[in-house]
């Protein structure tokens, strides 16, 4: 199989840059090629099949490079197989009720809509006080959001096998 897949990411402290890892080892796993690498530092769209683009989530937003990356790409996303994700929500349970039911930032949604992407994920994040400015700490006791690594692996190689069924399928047809 020749198909060649971007996973573009945006991350401060490199949490969700890991899970853009594990995505792509997932991929090349199933025999297709993963380029990972961020969302600041992607040249020309048309070197590949699919794309996958996720960010770190902050204050309810996307980073900014990941942001601008899908701005500034919609006509190319839109004709291309396209899976976004999010990562952020500390603590235990699931990351839907964590974030009242939203996967993507409210803001992107409506470009999200026009793009069309096949899923959009969210997946628990992490967060290490050790790397976190003295804001960054404040807000967090401030909202009690939990510190520590709550990243569940299964669900992200779960979720990155089912790109790889789906683009599988997609040649097989």
């Not at 594990?22 to 380029?35: E, F, H, T």
């Not at 803001?107 to 809509?113: C, E, F, M, S």
């Not at 003295?134 to 692996?153: C, H, Q, S, T, Y």
Request: charged share 25%; net charge negative; with cysteine.
């Amino acid at each position: 199989m020749d198909k060649r897949v971007l996973i573009a990411y945006g991350t401060k402290y490199g949490a969700t840059a890991e899970i853009a890892e594990k995505i792509g080892a997932v991929l090349c796993q199933a025999g297709l090629r993963a380029d990972v690498l961020p969302a600041d530092q992607v040249g020309d769209l048309n070197a590949y099949d699919a794309v996958v683009l996720g960010s770190a989530v902050y204050i309810g937003r996307w980073r900014k490079e990941a942001a601008r990356f899908m701005e500034a790409n919609e006509a190319a996303l839109a004709q291309k197989p396209v899976w976004l994700f999010s990562s952020g929500p500390t603590g235990e349970g699931e990351p839907l009720e964590l974030t009242e039911g939203w996967r993507l930032p409210g803001k992107l949604q409506p470009l999200a809509d026009r793009i069309a992407p096949r899923d959009t994920a969210l997946f628990h994040g992490a967060s290490d006080a050790n790397k976190l400015n003295f804001i960054e700490r404040w807000m967090l006791k401030n909202v009690k959001a939990p510190v520590g690594d709550f990243r569940d692996w299964q669900a992200i190689t779960a979720w990155a096998r089912g790109i790889a069924e789906d683009l599988q399928r997609s040649v097989d047809a």
